[in-house]
């Protein structure tokens, strides 16, 4: 299925470290989403790879794909406690385009 | 509107009775979707709407939902007969075709 799978499912740390969460899918794709949902409600795009890009970086967010191993990472840097939330990543194909969302990663950063 | 809007925020209903949710997308996103999430569970995919085709409906869970997607532009999804599984936030999603999905902040549904 085009699903990611987020890894791992959850993950805690303390203010200023950095986060690393990682994603995994079995499809080709045309790119690769990230997604930020704090308390349930709507999700939050962050960031979008293409398929020919290796790494991309957004503020203290950077995000590397491996079309090779079907895998892409975000990592996070100098986190803070306002990044606390669930991360969700979604691969994904122009034809026929719906985005599959995994369960997430639960990142939880302590003050 | 600059971002989705989806309304209600909050519904509560009865079991058995029939609910509309509401979704506006971001004026000329072609690309509509709803999603379903329950407490503590990640987003289940519901339907999609892309332009002038036909909808995918693959992720509807019973015959009891249903989706229409008046002139391109809003989007009411119709859950019949309610029942308490259903209570969930329902997630509305609009996008361009090679861009990032911009969500709603979704209605929370409470079937009592």
């Known amino acids: 299925s085009q699903q990611g799978e987020e890894d791992p499912q959850a993950l805690s740390i303390q203010e200023g470290e950095n986060a690393t969460m990682n994603c995994s899918y079995k499809t080709s794709i045309n790119n690769l989403q990230w997604y930020r949902q704090n308390s349930g409600r709507g999700l939050v795009h962050l960031i979008l790879i293409r398929s020919n890009e290796r790494e991309k970086h957004s503020g203290r967010l950077r995000v590397t794909l491996d079309t090779s191993k079907k895998s892409s990472s975000l990592l996070i840097t100098a986190s803070r406690a306002a990044d606390t939330a669930s991360y969700f990543c979604?691969?994904?194909?122009?034809?026929?385009?719906?985005?599959?969302f995994g369960q997430g990663t639960e990142l939880s950063v302590k003050p | 509107g600059a971002g989705v809007s989806q309304s209600p925020s909050n519904k509560v209903t009865e079991k058995g009775k029939d609910v509309e949710l509401r979704c506006d997308p971001i004026s000329g996103h072609t690309a509509l979707y709803w999603y379903r999430q329950s407490l503590g569970q990640g987003l289940e995919f519901l339907i999609y709407?892309?332009?002038?085709?036909?909808?995918?409906k693959s992720g509807l869970p019973s015959d009891r939902f249903s989706a229409e997607r008046t002139g391109g532009s809003v989007s009411t999804l119709t859950i019949q007969r309610t029942q308490q599984e259903d209570s969930a936030v329902y997630l509305c999603?609009?996008?361009?075709?090679?861009?990032?999905?911009?969500f709603g902040s979704g209605t929370r549904l409470t079937v009592v």
């Open positions: 999603a609009s996008s361009l075709e090679v861009s990032g999905y911009t």
């Open positions: 979604a691969p994904h194909r122009n034809q026929g385009g719906k985005l599959i």
């Open positions: 709407f892309q332009g002038n085709s036909a909808p995918d």
